[in-house]
């Protein structure tokens, strides 16, 4: 297996609760969490087939003036995360079903590749799809 050497990270208000819906939603499975006794996650590693995410609970640290979730839900955000999936159809289903909004419908692109973009609870944006600038067009 591939590892990345590119880890996206974010930053939840709420880790704990992030970290059960990533997996809900979008497949993400825990590798490591590291909590205090009080329930905050000081680092959380999620994979999704070969790609790795790192978060942790928001909070006012050298790292947190640097990072933060999104201020409200709907607020524009900096950087995205795009995530190939081997069927966007299923993997939107599960997302909407899992409470995703849906910021750009499932759509067949025209260079290839079907998609959607969403949004999880805190606002941060996702794309999953089929297209994958590795293979060969």
């Known amino acids: 297996m591939t590892r990345p050497n590119i880890i996206p990270t974010l930053r939840y208000r709420d880790a704990a609760a992030a970290i059960d819906w990533l997996g ?28 790795m995410i790192m978060l942790g609970t928001a909070r006012d640290d050298g790292f947190g003036k640097l990072l933060q979730p999104p201020p409200a839900s709907t607020a524009p955000v900096t950087q995205g995360s795009y995530v190939i999936v081997p069927d ?30 969403c949004r999880d609870p805190e606002g941060h944006l996702w794309s999953f799809g089929t297209y994958d600038p590795w293979r060969p067009a």
């Open 24 to 51: 809900r939603a979008f497949g993400f499975e825990k590798h490591a969490v590291y909590a205090d006794d009080d329930g905050t996650i000081d680092h959380a590693e999620l994979v999704l087939g070969n790609g």
């Open 88 to 117: 966007a159809d299923a993997h939107h289903a599960r997302a909407v079903a899992a409470g995703a909004t849906v910021v750009q419908a499932l759509r067949t692109e025209d260079y290839g590749g079907r998609g959607y973009s």
